[in-house]
């Protein structure tokens, strides 16, 4: 049987559709107060189990009968202040299920990041053998994101058989206006600046499929990049701008200015609360040039990735 933690999230609920479709059972994590996905409500091939990632009292008997698992759960956020939850989550929760898998003997698919990669060197795209220069001042995220990827590399130097990917920005339209959705709703919203940066961006179905296929592949101890493209942020926002039928965004914002916005949120912040809507973190990731090679998980399994122009339409045309 099949387990997937983070069965409620993004890309998990995703990857459980795609396994049932092709009439597998899943047993599905889910904490106490996550709400199952409307999508995957009705659906019988489903099994779902609540424990925590960070228990491993209750963790445990999710395994029981289990003979792959697709790690997808874990905490996103570029706000320094989550930093004990990240580390907590990311890499505590991930060693508990790297010493599950071993002594179930469980094949593993761990979901990592682009964020645990190298910087790549001038003129140069980043592939799967550059590895992080460790800094430890570095965003909370890309440390917890690295972290715990160290911790299946230990579990495989121990012999446990295991798949690492790192996914680039992941989009999809039942993202909504979440996670990477947010960039959508603020150039809808009129969003007069673009920054000097670029990533790379994948659609979440690509993500799941490319998880499958590997899953199923004989390979063991690697790590694969999966991304469709790379784009500058200008040209995105301008894409997404054209696809609501809006102005596009026509001012640079320069690094001195990002700095002033998220001096001036944090601060209101305190006031106000809320979440500031940029932080140190993400200014800095927004006027980064990060290109990523995808031509490994290409090579392995013949996947044909969605362009990244599709994927901002279809995107554009459901959030109309």
Same mark, same amino acid.
């Given at each position: 049987?099949?387990?997937? =933690? ?13 396994? =049932? ?21 009705? %659906? ?13 009292? =209750? ?18 956020? $570029? ?10 989550? %990311? ?12 002594? %179930? ?22 592939? *799967? ?21 160290? *911790? ?14 790192? #996914? ?13 959705? @947010? ?21 979440? *179905?690509?993500? @799941? ?26 040209? $995105? ?17 320069? #690094?001195?200015? $990002? ?28 006027? =980064? ?17 969605? #362009? ?13």
């Amino acid at each position: 049987m099949i387990l997937v =933690t983070g069965g409620t999230g993004f890309l998990g609920a995703e990857l459980i559709k795609q396994l =049932t479709h092709q009439g597998l059972a899943v047993r599905a994590l889910r904490r106490e107060k996550s709400k199952i996905p409307d999508s995957l409500k009705e %659906n019988l091939r489903i099994e779902w189990f609540t424990a925590d990632i960070n228990e491993p009292s =209750t963790l445990e008997e999710a395994f029981s009968g289990i003979t792959q698992v697709y790690h997808c759960a874990a905490f996103v956020s $570029l706000n320094s202040k989550h930093k004990k939850q990240l580390f907590h989550v %990311n890499i505590d929760g991930t060693s508990n299920v790297v010493n599950l898998c071993m002594e %179930n003997k469980c094949r593993l698919l761990h979901v990592s990041s682009v964020a645990a990669l190298g910087i790549a060197k001038k003129g140069k795209q980043i592939a *799967e053998q550059d590895f992080w220069a460790y800094d430890s001042k570095t965003h909370a995220y890309g440390l917890s994101k690295y972290e715990s990827e160290m *911790e299946v590399w230990r579990g495989i130097n121990e012999g446990l058989d295991a798949v690492i990917v790192n #996914p680039s920005v992941i989009m999809g339209k039942n993202a909504g206006f979440e996670g990477s959705g @947010a960039i959508f709703k603020l150039v809808k919203e009129g969003f007069p600046f673009y920054t000097n940066g670029a990533s790379g961006f994948v659609d979440v *179905e690509d993500v @799941a499929q490319s998880m499958i296929l590997l899953m199923a592949a004989e390979v063991s101890g690697e790590r694969f990049i999966i991304s469709s493209g790379n784009m500058h942020y200008q040209e $995105l926002f301008t894409q997404i701008a054209q696809g609501f039928g809006v102005k596009p965004p026509a001012k640079e914002a320069k #690094p001195w200015m $990002l700095g002033l916005a998220w001096r001036a949120l944090r601060l209101a912040s305190v006031f106000t609360r809320q979440e500031p809507s940029i932080t140190k973190d993400t200014a800095s990731s927004s006027i =980064t040039l990060s290109y990523y090679d995808n031509h490994k998980v290409v090579q392995q399994t013949g996947i044909h990735f969605k #362009p990244v122009n599709q994927i901002i339409t279809e995107i554009t045309q459901y959030l109309k």
